[in-house]
């Protein structure tokens, strides 16, 4: 019986290449795998999009970085000095684009997890996978809080402040003064408040007072209104 050493072994991983066994056939079924779930991605991403500007162009970059993971992953599988290549050239890139939505860099994480799956022909995982997460992210997104957290900003006469405010805090389930400046007579109250309709009786109750100058209520899902 022949013993394999670690050094055999490690000798056989520089020296084979999985790529020389892939055939076109199995490259075709895992880019076109990989952009039926990168689609499916992409078309919960922008239903469920609830940021401030949703752009096509990452829901572009969502698709093309699951088939790009694809053929990464498949180029490199089984092969150590591909392997080792491919980590110490990614080390040396740095990606500066600010991610503004946490729900972004979830996305992204999908796209990728569909690339390494595909690349390595797991397709029940990134199929079964795709279709679950869609679900989930779907239901989630329809799932409506009952009291909506805003930042209301007011300006008035400094003279009515408590009368303000106690008609801010008796119409809303919370009310948290973040801050008040005065000039030249005029307040500015900025707070933090959960209301019980979105909104819609505390704005038709500001827009009402005679002695609001101005305010807005900013929802943070990027809901505005104001006077």
Known sequence: METITFKDFLNSALMTSSTESIVAADIIISI???????????????????????????????????????????????????????????????????????LDIVFMFWAISIGVANGVMAYKISIISTFLFAIILIAMSRIKSYSSPNVLVATYSSSFDEEISELIA??????????????????????????????????????????????????????ISGV
């Open 32 to 102: 076109f795998v990989s952009l039926i779930c990168a689609i499916i991605t992409f078309y919960v991403y922008k239903n469920t999009f609830q940021g401030v500007l949703y752009q096509k162009t990452y829901g572009v970059s969502i698709v093309l970085i699951a088939l790009i993971t694809t053929v990464v992953i498949a180029t490199v599988s089984g092969n150590l000095i591909l392997s080792l290549g491919m980590v110490g050239a990614l080390s040396i890139v740095r990606f500066r684009t600010a991610i503004k939505d946490p």
């Open 170 to 223: 008796n119409h809303t389930k919370s009310f948290v003064v973040k801050s008040k400046s005065v000039s030249s007579g005029v307040m500015e109250l900025v707070a933090d408040v959960r209301t019980r309709d979105e909104g819609r009786d505390l704005t038709k109750l500001l827009s009402e007072h005679l002695e609001l100058k101005s305010f807005s209520l900013i929802n943070y899902s990027n809901d």
